[in-house]
């Protein structure tokens, strides 16, 4: 399950309840920092999700890999370029 953790504040018994049933079919749960917003991360939502990620791409579908695929993720990033 991935949750951005803003949502939390809007409907607290909503979330409180897919992450009761993302626990009961033993799906981990991949939290969302908000972009550019300082959102004070509540406790349940810490102790239940296995991964908060910031807002970008690559550290999300890395925690997605490594959560529920069971993947390693470890990347190296290849710069190319010419010398002139």
């Keep these: 399950m991935v949750l951005p953790v803003s949502i ?3 409907n607290r018994d909503l979330v409180a309840f897919q992450m009761d049933c ?3 079919f033993n799906k981990p749960i991949v939290g969302i920092k908000s972009f550019g917003a300082t959102v004070v991360l509540h406790k349940l939502v810490l102790d239940r ?3 908060i990620v910031d807002w970008d791409a690559r ?3 890395d925690a997605i890999r490594r ?3 069971h993947e390693n993720t470890a990347r190296w990033d290849i710069v190319e370029f010419k010398l002139d």
């Design 59 to 61: 550290t999300l579908v």
């Design 22 to 24: 993302a626990g009961a």
């Design 67 to 69: 959560h529920a695929r």
């Design 8 to 10: 939390y504040d809007l």
């Design 49 to 51: 999700a296995a991964d």
